[in-house]
């Protein structure tokens, strides 16, 4: 598995205006909401996507990608390794091209499936701090 380079990544949050957040929280202590409303006082769109919760960040939440209209730049994964299969499948359903996972997280069979599919895909990678790095 190999990411993109920090000048590409960089490149990717400069063009990304929406984010979906699979597993966003609305718990405050959690890392997705933390990294979520940061990302969302840089100036993004967040899209929860959380069948859980039904707002958080002042936003309503979907319970899929599939409910989201419209174009999604970013997917942003906070749910475990083992359940990134299901969630690359899902997906490659929907009108996005980047697939990424937060810190810690990485499957090898996600990563080969969207990258056979020509996706851009980031893996155990922080987008706050990649966003951060690449201002």
Known sequence: MENPSRTEIGNILKASKRIAVIGLSDNPERTSYMVSKAMQDQ???IIPVNPKIDSVLGIKAV?????IDGPIDIV???RRSEFLPQ??????????NVF???????NEDAYRFLKERGYTVIMDRCIKVEHALTK
Do not use: H, K, R
Request: charged residues 20%; proline residues 0%.
């Open 100 to 106: 990424w996972a937060q810190l810690g997280v990485v």
């Open 87 to 96: 969630i690359a499948e899902e997906f490659d359903q929907i009108d996005s």
């Open 76 to 78: 942003n994964v906070f």
């Open 63 to 67: 319970s899929s990608l599939l409910e």
């Open 43 to 45: 100036g993004y769109e």
